[in-house]
């Protein structure tokens, strides 16, 4: 499956201009390979539950997360970024 349209939230966009250029290219280059495949293996792509469960997550590194969700099939927000305190 590839995304054909996606969605920067405002405060996901805020956060990532806040990131030094080094880690905002990782950023960037973990959203590309997300957009052309979702559930690569090197992204750890997952359903989040509970009250998240709307939501879903993959890894940027060892403790850097990026929280999205599904519109439609092919559609998606990036909602939120950071440690795994955005799941609190």
């Not at 499956?1 to 201009?17: A, E, Q, V, W």
């Not at 293996?41 to 993959?58: A, D, E, I, Q, V």
């Amino acid at each position: 499956m590839k995304i054909t349209r996606y969605l920067y939230n405002p405060h996901f966009r805020k956060l990532i201009k806040a990131f030094p250029l080094k880690e905002k290219a990782r950023i960037i280059r973990k959203v590309n390979l997300f957009l052309a495949d979702p559930y690569s293996p090197n992204l750890k792509t997952h359903k989040l539950s509970g009250r998240l469960k709307n939501y879903w997550s993959f890894s940027v590194s060892y403790n850097l997360r990026v929280l999205f969700r599904f519109y439609k099939e092919n559609v998606v927000e990036f909602v939120d970024l950071g440690t795994h305190e955005i799941y609190k």
